[in-house]
Each structure stands twice: as C-alpha cells, then as structure tokens.
C-alpha cells in the first residue's frame, strides 16, 4: 500500500522504507508536492508528531504517519530531548553544533546514561467512509553517551550513542545493524504490524 510519511528527510525515509520492505510504498512530501515548512509547536513528541500527522491528513486527505525523535539525557533532566534536532539554536539542523553543545554539557559527568525515544502518530483513512484511524506508536533504545564521537555512518546524535549491550556507537554498527535495534525500528515495527493486522494489504 501507499502511505505519505510527513518527513523530507532522506535518512529517515530510507530507514523506514528498509525497515517495511517492499510491503509498503512510502511516499515523502516532496512526493505529494508538499514544500511546505509544516509546525513543530508542540512540547512533546507526541504532539509534534500528531500535529505533522494531522496537517497532511487536513490538506492532502491522505493516509499518513509522522514522527518525532529526541535523545533524552538522565544527567540533563531528559534534554535535549523535544529539542534534539535544534538543541544547539540556529537555524535547520546542525549536527556537530548539536552533538559538540552535548558533549559540553556533559563534561566532567560520569552519568552518561541515554535513551533515544521516537513516537509515530498514525492516521489512517477510511476508504468506505466510516471513522478514521488514528494511533500512536512507541519506540525506544537506551544507552549512553560516549565522550567523544566514533563512526562514519548513521546521522544526529549517533557517533555518540552507544546502545545497551553495544560497544560501539550507531554510527559504527552501520545501518543494517541499526535498523534492527534503534527506536525508530521498534516504533516502525509496531507500526507496520498494527498496519498488517488491519488487513492492509500490498499495492500488488
């Protein structure tokens, strides 16, 4: 089947589309003609989430699922959390600004403990006029924050996440072992499960 998940991010979108496989079409909002810089107001993950979610349904009528992500640091009181992406200020997203204000802050600490947390909202079109669907998902990873960044692949904050169990960070396992373990992946399993279970079947 076809979904618009409401991101331009070319990370993202490959991610997702490797962790659904062939099962589902994943359009992006370039694909829907959406350039449009929708809101991100809300003070949690979930209401970003639902928020972008409910933009594309309102303006597109089309099924959809939006995500939000942020790094919670126990040592910062769960910051930067909602703010992952622009913790640093500025303008877009700027990852070595973002991690390096990370590393600062957490400079001198022995508490490095972590976990990257990502909340999908679905909403889900009834094509035969009944009452839409709307869910959300989960998805979480704990770890910790190393002091300095290692690895080449991945993208955020992942050359200085560690996952619990791992020695090495997201960024030098590599996506293939990432996009088993990460909190995206669970969210998106949970996801695509509740999507399989709703008897959504393939475009084919």
Do not use: W
């Not at 997702?16 to 496989?21: D, F, K, R, Y």
């Not at 303006?59 to 769960?78: C, Q």
């Not at 959300?136 to 050359?159: A, L, Q, T, W």
């Amino acid at each position: 089947m076809k979904i618009v998940f409401a991101t331009n991010n070319s990370h993202k979108l490959a991610e997702i589309q490797n962790i659904l496989g062939e099962t589902f079409e994943i359009l992006s909002l370039k694909d829907i003609g959406c350039d449009v810089d929708i809101p991100e107001t809300g003070k949690t993950l979930e209401e970003n989430a639902m928020q972008k979610a409910e933009y594309i349904f309102k303006h597109y009528g089309l099924s959809v699922f939006a995500d939000d992500t942020g790094l919670e640091v126990d040592a910062l009181g769960g910051a930067p959390g909602v703010y992952s992406a622009r913790y640093a200020g500025g303008e877009g997203h700027d990852s070595e600004a973002n991690m390096a204000k990370l590393l600062a802050e957490l400079d001198g600490n022995d508490n490095r403990k972590a976990r990257f947390r990502t909340v999908i909202a679905l909403i889900l079109k009834d094509e035969n006029g009944g009452n839409d669907t709307v869910k959300e998902f989960e998805g979480i990873v704990n770890g910790s924050i190393i002091r300095e960044r290692r690895g080449g692949e991945g993208f955020g904050y992942d050359p200085v996440f560690c996952p619990e169990g791992y020695e090495k960070t997201f960024a030098e396992l590599g996506n293939d072992i990432k996009n088993q373990i990460s909190h995206r992946a669970k969210a998106v399993k949970k996801l695509a499960e509740y999507l399989l279970e709703c008897g959504v079947k393939s475009a084919e």
